[in-house]
């Protein structure tokens, strides 16, 4: 299977723009996927925060199942700052407001005995496509933020005010090497990864694996596939959509890339694939 890398120059400039700009901030909100949040955990960023204080959100949790909860609670029982959400809903506003206050809280009362004032600065960070841009706009109220469906849409950072905070939007960054190509895969999965440098066929069947392992069920549901080999559940699919090219082959790239649509797009259901090993593997807990 060909090995996934991404690491453009940007990303380069952009961790050192970061690491530049960490001395201005209070706190750091650190944006992972709920589906995949041991995944979308870039250790690299992690070590450049320092012992500044660290909130990690869980995005996207309207599309994550019980996984991610259990996930969330691991974090929180070794001492994290941790909050599940989904950046797309203003019901989440507050809830994402109390905890990054409650994180810079000392600091706040520390500034007032001092007669000083000023917005608590929260540097915001994450891998491509975790929401930090969709997160922004939530808390600003209004699309201050870029923000688009392609992993790599912010390019350069910036700071928006969110009323008692100012918020720094940075580009999304990937570790300069990805040592576990499972847990590439999974960024793979969900749009976190540059999709023209991927085989999307060999994504397609790898992700068929893990479905027909953890979740047989939502196959079965969306495409009337009942088990088997990867590549036999991949043919189910291409039979059961009409993915099917003259000479009776098989169409599998528009196969992977329904696949893929309706993973991302939530159509196969709430899912988790990352587990306690998987978090303890990249350092969360």
Same mark, same amino acid.
């Given at each position: 299977?060909?090995?996934?890398?991404?690491?453009?120059?940007?990303? +380069?400039?952009?961790?050192?723009?970061?690491? $530049?700009?960490?001395?201005?901030?209070?706190?750091?909100?650190?944006?992972? $996927?709920?589906?995949?949040?041991?995944?979308?955990?870039?250790?690299r960023l992690a070590d450049m925060v320092g012992g500044k204080p660290v909130l990690y959100l869980f995005n996207k949790g309207d599309m994550a199942d019980g996984g991610a909860d259990e996930a969330l609670a691991l974090v929180q029982r070794g001492g994290g700052a941790a909050l599940k959400i989904s950046a797309l809903s203003p019901a989440c506003v507050r809830p994402l407001q109390a905890a990054m206050e409650q994180l810079v809280a000392g600091k706040r009362e520390r500034f007032?005995?001092?007669?000083?004032?000023?917005?608590?600065?929260?540097?915001?960070?994450?891998?491509?496509?975790?929401?930090?841009?969709?997160?922004?706009?939530?808390?600003?109220?209004?699309?201050?933020?870029?923000?688009? $469906?392609?992993?790599?849409?912010?390019? +350069?950072?910036?700071?928006?005010?969110?009323?008692?905070?100012?918020?720094?939007?940075?580009?999304?960054?990937?570790?300069?090497?990805?040592?576990?190509?499972?847990?590439?895969?999974?960024? +793979?999965?969900?749009?976190?990864?540059?999709?023209?440098?991927?085989?999307?066929?060999?994504?397609?069947?790898?992700?068929?694996?893990?479905?027909?392992?953890?979740?047989?069920?939502?196959?079965?549901?969306?495409y009337g596939i009942q088990g088997g080999a990867p590549l036999a559940m991949y043919e189910a699919l291409c039979a059961r959509r009409g993915f099917v090219l003259r000479g009776g082959e098989y169409d599998y790239t528009r196969g992977a890339l329904a696949l893929l649509d309706d993973f991302r797009k939530g159509r196969l259901g709430r899912v988790c694939l990352d587990g306690a090993d998987d978090l303890r593997a990249v350092g969360l807990i």
């Open positions: 299977m060909k090995v996934i890398q991404w690491f453009p120059g940007h990303m +380069a400039k952009a961790m050192r723009m970061m690491e $530049d700009n960490l001395k201005l901030c209070d706190a750091v909100v650190f944006v992972l $996927d709920a589906r995949v949040p041991a995944a979308s955990y870039n250790a007032a005995q001092k007669g000083a004032a000023r917005p608590m600065r929260f540097l915001v960070a994450g891998i491509p496509n975790t929401g930090k841009s969709t997160l922004i706009n939530l808390l600003s109220g209004g699309r201050k933020a870029q923000v688009g $469906d392609k992993a790599g849409v912010t390019r +350069a950072k910036q700071w928006v005010r969110c009323g008692a905070f100012e918020l720094l939007d940075t580009p999304g960054t990937m570790p300069p090497a990805l040592a576990d190509q499972r847990l590439a895969r999974r960024l +793979a999965y969900v749009g976190c990864v540059n999709d023209d440098i991927l085989d999307k066929e060999e994504i397609a069947l790898a992700l068929l694996e893990e479905l027909g392992e953890r979740y047989p069920e939502r196959l079965a549901q969306r």
